[in-house]
């Protein structure tokens, strides 16, 4: 293992780590019902799992696939495939899961631009296709020839028309540049507080508020997609209530589970990587310590960068200059 900086704090687990913690995975032969698989994570592939799983059980399904894009998973190589290929597959992969499903269960699927052309009209087939976020990444590498490429796409469907959106759930708090007042003086749609002026505003389909894990947070792993906890954070929280059932078949190095766990909900989590299977249930051991999420505190989410404004978590372990690298 390498040695790592002082100030990196990039979750890794040692030979000793992994062998305690693969003992608590789960891999199906049978089927199962929601009390064997609540809250674990099995180390198989979802092709594989699928079939064992009960029908119509899941409250929100988060599918974050490997995107159209040729890429190293751990040693597992995900090969970019022919746009009519490609959607053979995702067609293949929403027609084992969405039986899954509640009737009134929401999807969110995650893609990149080029992804998101092939797997749009499969999405019109089998779903309500509600919106696009689009969110920014504000890493990415530059072009001499094109646009840089620092977006991402979550699709936000669902199963019928019947769903849960929480949106006092998934308000953004703003700092307010011009405030209004009413006649007398008192602030018009607004707070007034020591620190500033703030609005808590409604949710819009651009966020631009979403900091990617890096070396210096607690939350940062090495697997080459991870999706920030306040990202996922928004997904459940609009979508589900606390005690409902998400399911996420790429559950990579623990995200949606770790977030889950958070926020009081519950999870099945698929992978088929056993090592970030491994980082997945260490990241859940801290989570039992620790339910802060960056970018989230008191139940607002607050833009990019406004550590000194926010209200420090008391279930945090982070002392101040531990915080700060969250949020700059």
Not at 25 to 52: G, H, K
Not at 83 to 106: G, V
Not at 235 to 245: P, V
Request: aromatic content about 10%; glycine content about 4%; some cysteine.
């Amino acid at each position: 293992m390498k040695t790592k900086a002082p100030r990196n704090r990039t979750l890794t687990c040692d030979e000793t780590e992994l062998g305690l913690l693969k003992s608590d995975l789960l891999t199906l032969s049978s089927n199962v019902e929601v009390s064997e698989i609540a809250d674990r994570i099995v180390c198989q592939d979802v092709f594989e799992t699928a079939s064992y799983l009960p029908r119509e059980a899941f409250d929100l399904l988060v599918l974050d696939p490997p995107y159209n894009l040729s890429k190293n998973y751990n040693g597992q190589v995900f090969r970019e495939k022919e746009a009519s290929e490609y959607a053979r597959w995702f067609d293949s992969l929403l027609e084992m899961l969405l039986p899954l499903l509640k009737p009134a269960a929401t999807v969110y699927i995650c893609s990149d631009w080029k992804t998101s052309i092939i797997v749009t009209p499969v999405l019109q087939k089998h779903l309500n296709v509600r919106n696009r976020i689009t969110w920014e990444r504000e890493k990415g590498r530059g072009a001499k020839s094109n646009w840089k490429n620092n977006t991402e796409d979550i699709w936000f469907c669902t199963m019928s028309d019947s769903y849960t959106f929480n949106v006092d759930s998934v308000k953004l708090k703003r700092k307010v540049i011009a405030p209004y007042r009413n006649k007398d003086g008192t602030p018009k749609d607004w707070d007034e507080a020591e620190s500033g002026n703030y609005r808590l505003t409604h949710p819009s389909n651009i966020w631009t508020d979403i900091t990617i894990p890096f070396w210096s947070m607690p939350e940062n792993t090495d697997h080459p997609t991870q999706k920030p906890e306040k990202l996922i954070a928004k997904l459940l929280l609009a979508s589900t209530r606390k005690g409902e059932l998400v399911l996420d078949p790429f559950l990579g190095s623990g995200t949606t589970a770790v977030v889950s766990r958070k926020l009081q909900r519950r999870f099945l989590g698929i992978e088929v990587n056993e090592e970030y299977c491994c980082w997945a249930l260490k990241r859940l051991k801290r989570a039992g310590e620790d339910d802060s999420i960056q970018g989230y505190s008191e139940g607002v989410f607050w833009e990019r960068n406004s550590l000194a404004d926010q209200p420090k978590n008391n279930n945090s372990k982070e002392d101040k200059s531990q915080q700060k690298a969250l949020f700059t």
